[in-house]
């Protein structure tokens, strides 16, 4: 389908590895974009292109993909990671491109 | 730095027109490499993409909203702006507007608008 599922709620210990998955047959032919959003901000880019982390987000934040599944993992997550995480990717599969949010993760850091 | 400030009212009236715009700072919409998104978040939802437009007034809207919007450019400004007409409460959302790039392929969004709040209301 041209959705992007994503679980909407994961926690994790502090310092521990979380992952965050998203899944869509689009992401068969398009990577995936992250954003965390805190309470009251708009989104922030956080992972682009598979595993490209743009200028100023800590390296504890990883990307990677594999067939339909995109995933974001945090390696050693703070207490300030904790937020809303949402997927994104375009569908080209229509007569026009779309851009497709996933449904978002809201990720508690314990 | 680039930046992008929002402008537009907080309050439409059902059946009304939604208008925001969106000024960049710190660069120019006429630099071809980027696209210029509309983007918005109902109140304790998820994102949703509503539409962009290019330098050149080239547009793509998302289908389901494609009757109602229409995302303008004003590269004398630079700035471009929203239009959603016949609001309905369904409408009610934060508004944000968005730079897109591109890199291998993936579209992704590097800048954000602060959000504007559009309670559609009588």
Known sequence: SS??????????????????????????????SWYQQKPGQAPLL??????????GIPDRFSGSASGDTA??????????????YYCCSRDNSGDHLRVLFGGGTSLTVL | QVQLQQSGPGLVK????????????????????????????????GLEWIGYTDDSGSTNYNPSLKSRV??????????????????????????????RDSYSGTYYFDRWGQGTLVIVSS
């Open chain 2, 70 to 99: 229409t995302i303008s450019v004003d590269t004398s400004k630079n700035q471009f702006s929203l239009n959603l007409n016949s609001v309905t409460t369904a409408d009610t959302a934060v508004y944000y507007c968005a730079r």
């Open chain 1, 46 to 55: 956080v992972m682009y292109s598979k595993d490209s982390r743009p200028s």
């Open chain 1, 71 to 84: 995933s974001l993992t945090i390696t050693g997550a703070q207490a300030g990671d904790e937020a809303d």
């Open chain 1, 3 to 32: 959705e992007l599922s994503q679980d909407p709620a994961v926690s994790v210990a502090l310092g521990q590895t979380v992952r965050i998955t998203c899944q869509g047959d689009i992401l068969r032919s398009s990577y995936a």
């Open chain 2, 14 to 45: 059902p059946s009304e027109t939604l208008f925001l715009t969106c000024t960049v700072s710190g660069g120019s919409v006429s630099r071809g490499r980027y696209y210029w998104n509309w983007i918005r978040q109902p109140p304790g939802k």
